[in-house]
């Protein structure tokens, strides 16, 4: 214990020999001051004695007169003191204009139920752009060696955009282009496009509109739905009309010799629209259409309020198609990963009570497939998000009869590699075949996510790259091939066209 406390005195008396000495070195270093927080230190004076200098005249300094002023009180509230700062008053304003802009964006996605009649667009106007020429002999007048790829490559490797107006100038609608397409006619050359708020654009393409004495595009602009017009089609031998496809749950009629777009159907669920994704004409008065709840419903036109559904996946549709010779048959390109075929001849109930086709086959991908298209021949090409373009050669499926059995698994007779990232901004990237090419040559057109759009052949093999990297700005997602010519139309987000003739 003793040890102990002799140990505690040394070290006291260490520690205060340590301060007495920091303080003498602080006296020394005259930094007294400094140590006890009262301010700057005094310098000290210079080692050698500076010249002098000769003193300058100084300007006379102005005698500043101190105003007076009522203290206030400094921080203090705007709400308490009454007063509204202005800050307080722009942030009203936002506030008012913010919910104004959502009431006006909520009346835009409001769906217009019967009949619209475009009042906007002269009668004569509508009645020159749907006027077509006799189309009947054009096919005899096409000079086309059948089955001649060489030759086709050839023609496709001289097409170039539309040499009037550049892409950038011919805007066809206000949004991003979800898809696009050509009327069928030879005569005329009529492009069409639906966008991502519900405006059908339509280029007339050999004629121009003058204002200021300037050429500009002949361009018409229709809004037939409130949400995203997903798809339009033509049905069969009626060419002034155009049907088309919405999110907000309805299928119209657009004639354009009337000028009045009509609603024939309009499915809803509990609180939201049944959003279609895609229609096809079986004939002529059979419309198919799938929806993004799985199912795909079959409407005929001459009765639109009998409608029959089939549940055929569980989650959403991209797309369908029907084959052409055999409109029974149908394919569908799923978010579940799956392509499945299905035939409409026979028809059994699901254990939920629910209709479904006949389940014929399927191709289970790896991510989701975007979409799905048989040509007049049978083969079938599909694409998704694995980055890959599958062709599978079924040209006997239009002898199938309702007794066949396919196999349980389909493989793919080509393989091609294409990057189909599209990203949020740009529209889902879809491989469609030419309906009914002259040429007797299936080929089908994609877009490039290097601002290009690649056609290929039935077998794979690429025919050609189209684009123009000076004056094409962004990439053509949205694409078709005209049904006969070999005309390919591409639209971008930005809601422009990029003809190549």
């Not at 206000?174 to 696009?180: G, L, Q, S, T, W």
């Not at 949020?424 to 877009?447: E, S």
Request: charged share 25%; hydrophobic share 35%; with cysteine.
């Amino acid at each position: 214990m003793a040890d102990t406390d002799s140990s505690l005195e040394e070290y006291e008396r260490q520690r205060r020999a340590n301060i007495e000495r920091n303080k003498a070195l602080i006296r020394d270093l005259e930094l007294a001051g400094l140590s006890a927080g009262l301010g700057p230190v005094t310098p000290s004076p210079p080692a050698h004695k500076r010249p002098a200098q000769k003193p300058r005249p100084s300007a006379k300094k102005a005698k500043t007169v101190k105003k007076e002023e009522t203290p206030v009180p400094r921080r203090t509230s705007a709400r308490l003191a009454g007063l509204q700062a202005e800050s307080e008053t722009a942030r009203i304003k936002a506030e008012e204009d913010y919910s104004a802009a959502l009431e006006k964006a909520k009346a835009e996605r409001q769906r217009v139920g019967g009949d619209i009649k475009f009042e906007d667009i002269a009668p004569e106007a509508l009645a020159s752009l749907w006027r077509f020429d006799d189309d009947a002999n054009d096919q005899e007048e096409e000079k086309v060696i059948a089955g001649d790829i060489v030759q086709l490559r050839k023609d496709l490797s001289t097409l170039t955009l539309f040499e009037k107006f550049e892409p950038n100038d011919i805007k066809i609608t206000p949004d991003r282009i979800y898809n696009i397409g050509f009327h069928p006619s030879t005569s005329k050359r009529l492009v069409l496009a639906g966008d991502k708020i519900g405006h059908l654009g339509v280029w007339d393409v050999d004629q121009v509109s003058h204002e200021d004495e300037e050429e500009y595009p002949q361009l018409y602009l229709f809004k037939v739905h409130a949400r995203t017009l997903s798809s339009f089609t033509f049905a069969p031998s009626v060419a002034e009309k155009v049907y088309t496809s919405s999110y907000d749950g309805s299928i119209r009629s657009v004639d354009f010799t009337t000028g009045v777009s009509s609603e024939i159907y309009y499915g809803k669920l509990s609180s939201e629209p049944d959003a279609i994704s895609e229609i096809h004409f079986a004939d002529q008065n059979l419309l198919y259409f799938s929806t993004l709840e799985g199912e795909v419903g079959r409407l005929d036109l001459r009765t639109p309020k009998d409608v029959t559904k089939y549940r055929l996946h569980e989650k959403k549709i991209g797309g369908f198609s029907l084959h052409p010779r055999a409109p029974y048959l149908c394919a569908t390109a799923s978010l579940d990963r799956s392509m499945q075929l299905w035939d409409f001849r026979t028809i059994k109930k699901t254990r939920s009570h629910e209709l479904q086709a006949k389940n014929l086959t399927r191709y289970d991908s790896r991510l989701s497939i975007s979409c799905t298209s048989w040509n007049s021949d049978g083969g079938i090409v599909c694409n998704g998000y694995d980055d890959t373009i599958n062709i599978f050669n079924l040209n006997d499926s239009s002898t199938w009869s309702e007794s066949f059995h396919a196999p349980a698994e389909l493989t793919p007779s080509s393989t091609i590699r294409h990057n189909c990232q599209t990203g949020r901004w740009v529209t889902i990237l879809r491989a469609r075949w030419q309906q009914n090419p002259l040429d007797q040559i299936q080929k089908f057109v994609i877009g490039n996510m290097n601002r290009f759009m690649d056609v290929y052949t039935a077998d794979g093999i690429q025919l050609a790259r189209l684009g123009d990297a000076d004056l094409v700005s962004a990439v053509p997602a949205a694409c078709h091939f005209h049904p006969t010519k070999n005309w390919i139309v591409g639209g971008t987000a930005s809601g422009k066209v990029c003809l190549y003739v």
